[in-house]
């Protein structure tokens, strides 16, 4: 997993908080993936960018949830008002094109806690 | 509704001799599949993948074999060595299909070599 750098490692938030998850993609890389997995269960697909746009969104869910991939700095995931059923492992994934059989890599998650 | 289906959550086999995990898939528009491997605390590892254009892909110990006619593939580990005893799981993609790089995965299998 090395390479694609996601932080905090661990979060805890109050339900009501904010959460903000950062994902630096591979060097080269500028597509990137966020994947939520909740207990006993595989990685669900969240949403895909590239730079400063979002490409497809259709695993987010309607409300609360937004991702961002700036120019500059690494990729945001941001959950506001978090509820129990937000804890899960997200995990990020980048890649260097879009094109046909280019295998995502992947950070080593984020383990969001909602108290 | 799950797309993409391994049904034994667990294996185990003995060291020196063949793993082998199945993995199912309903959608005929998926035309790229991919195995990774995943460890407890650590995201996913890219192991090996294959085109729907081939049947089978060969990467040292690890050989993925593809029977499209029955959306049926197959990872098979051999040997078995201690340390590839982790989650390993089956993820689709439909490159051609204007959704390319949404990864959809199954809820994994857990494999075991003993010594």
């Known amino acids: 997993n090395a390479g694609v750098m996601q932080n905090p490692r661990h979060l805890v938030r109050r339900r009501g908080q904010e959460a903000r998850l950062r994902c630096s993609p591979m060097k080269g890389h500028s597509h990137v993936y966020w994947y939520r997995q909740l207990p006993e269960e595989g990685l669900k697909f969240m949403v895909y960018l590239q730079k400063e746009n979002i490409i497809d969104e259709s695993g987010m869910p309607k409300e609360r949830f937004s991702a961002e991939f700036p120019k500059e700095g690494p990729s945001i995931l941001r959950i506001q008002q978090v509820v129990r059923g937000d804890s899960a492992a997200y995990f990020c994934a980048s890649s260097p094109w879009r094109g046909p059989n280019q295998p995502q890599h992947f950070g080593d998650g984020t383990r969001l806690s909602i108290l | 509704d799950q797309q993409v289906k391994q049904n034994s959550p667990s294996l185990s086999v003995q060291e020196g001799r063949i793993s082998i995990l199945n993995c199912d898939y309903t959608?005929?528009?998926?035309?790229?599949f991919l195995w990774y491997k995943k460890y407890p605390a650590e995201g996913p590892t890219f192991l090996i993948s294959?085109?729907?254009?081939?049947d089978k892909n060969e990467d040292g110990r690890f050989t993925v074999f593809l029977n499209k006619s029955a959306k049926h593939l197959s990872l098979h580990i051999v040997p078995s060595q201690p340390g590839d005893s982790a989650v390993y799981f089956c993820?689709?993609?439909?490159?051609?299909?204007?959704?390319?790089?949404?990864?959809?995965f199954g809820t994994g299998t857990r494999l075991q070599v003993t010594l």
């Open positions: 959608n005929s528009m998926f035309d790229y």
């Open positions: 294959i085109s729907s254009i081939k």
């Open positions: 993820a689709a993609s439909a490159v051609n299909s204007g959704t390319a790089s949404k990864l959809t």
